[in-house]
Nanobody, 120 residues
Framework: QVQLVESGGGLVQAGGSLRLSCADS????????KGWFRQAPGKDREFVAA????????HYDDSLKGRFTISRDKAEDTIFLQMNSLKPEDTAVYYC?????????????WGQGTQVTVSS
């Protein structure tokens, strides 16, 4: 069974960048799409981006396209979320997820989350 572990969160000033990583600690190399959701305080969890098992297809929330880029290292079964031009409203807990479907992307397995805080 997939066990997802996120890393790379932290505190950054507005306009800065962060790169999140998510690895399957059990190295199952299961053929799932993987992606990211986020949840800000007092708000519902929302979809950010997802990438196919092969890495050939991606899916983004339209509002984040252009600032966020998802990628995948298939050899390491790790995905990344490069976040640029960060804004205070990007502050949230970011969750990695794995699922069978890329679009729509729904998480069947979840990581524990990593906090991203963007200061103004």
């Amino acid at each position: 069974q997939v066990q997802l572990v996120e890393s790379g969160g932290g505190l950054v000033q507005a306009g800065g960048s962060l790169r999140l990583s998510c690895a399957d600690s059990r190295r199952t190399f299961s053929p799932y799409a993987k992606g990211w959701f986020r949840q800000a305080p007092g708000k519902d969890r929302e979809f950010v981006a997802a990438i196919s098992w092969t890495g050939s297809r991606t899916h983004y929330d339209d509002s984040l396209k252009g600032r966020f880029t998802i990628s995948r290292d298939k050899a390491e079964d790790t995905i990344f979320l490069q976040m640029n031009s960060l804004k205070p409203e990007d502050t949230a807990v970011y969750y990695c997820a794995a699922g069978m479907s890329l679009n729509p992307f729904r998480g069947d397995y979840w990581g524990q989350g990593t906090q991203v805080t963007v200061s103004s």
